[in-house]
């Protein structure tokens, strides 16, 4: 009910109608969006997964960095 209420507004605001906005392709990605984002967090905690998963990929991407950045110096070092 709430998709169709901000419809509804789109609609009053623009002029462009619910069948028009569904069939642009702003609208079905939207949708796309959409559902793809309530499969993935169904539930409160799915979000905490979520951000837990995040938080685990950044923190191998630093101790990749860090690695590179030790050889650097060291390299550096022995110059």
């Known amino acids: 009910m709430i998709g169709f209420f901000m419809a509804y507004f789109v ?5 462009v ?4 906005q569904t069939s642009s392709f702003f609208g ?3 949708l ?4 793809v984002g309530v499969l ?10 979520v ?7 950044t923190f191998y ?3 990749w960095q860090a690695t590179w950045q030790d050889e650097t110096s060291q390299q550096s070092e022995k110059e």
Do not use: A, H
């Open 51 to 57: 951000k837990q998963l995040i938080k685990e990929s």
């Open 61 to 63: 991407d630093q101790q």
């Open 40 to 49: 993935l967090i169904r539930k409160n905690e799915d979000l905490e997964t």
């Open 17 to 20: 109608g619910i069948v028009d």
């Open 32 to 35: 796309f969006v959409t559902v």
């Open 11 to 15: 609609d009053s605001l623009t002029g």
């Open 28 to 30: 079905k990605l939207l």
